[in-house]
Nanobody, 126 residues
Framework: QLQLVESGGGLVQPGGSLRLSCAAS????????IGWFRQAPGKEREGVSC???????YYAASVEGRFTISRDNAKNTVYLQMNSLKPEDTATYYC????????????????????WGQGTQVTVSS
């Protein structure tokens, strides 16, 4: 059973930055596709970014150019660097993982993932 633990959330002013971390209890993290999702109150969970085992990445249009996903397999950790934060980025952020995701499956969909973390709150407000 893979466990995921998110950290790095908090309160930040508009225009500020945060780096979220997703630590995984896996010895072979490199085989996993990792996704970051977020959910604001009253809204559906939406895909923010994902990184496949190949290293290919995806970003939602709303965060393209501001967020960067990366992975450090040696540390079993995936990061989401968030810059130029906006109030609309306020949400609970979750990381998710699935091993050996087929290239035929989109990594943007919640249904692609097997394991989920508990989430970390990000609040962007002045």
């Amino acid at each position: 059973q893979l466990q995921l633990v998110e950290s790095g959330g908090g309160l930040v002013q508009p225009g500020g930055s945060l780096r979220l971390s997703c630590a995984a209890s896996a010895f072979t993290l490199e085989i996993y596709t990792i996704g970051w999702f977020r959910q604001a109150p009253g809204k559906e969970r939406e895909g923010v970014s994902c990184i496949r085992s190949s290293g290919s990445t995806y970003y939602a249009a709303s965060v393209e150019g501001r967020f960067t996903i990366s992975r450090d397999n040696a540390k079993n950790t995936v990061y989401l660097q968030m810059n130029s934060l906006k109030p609309e980025d306020t949400a609970t952020y979750y990381c998710a993982a699935v091993p050996r995701l087929s290239a035929l499956w989109s990594c943007r969909s919640t249904s692609a993932y097997t394991y989920w973390g508990q989430g970390t709150q990000v609040t962007v407000s002045s």
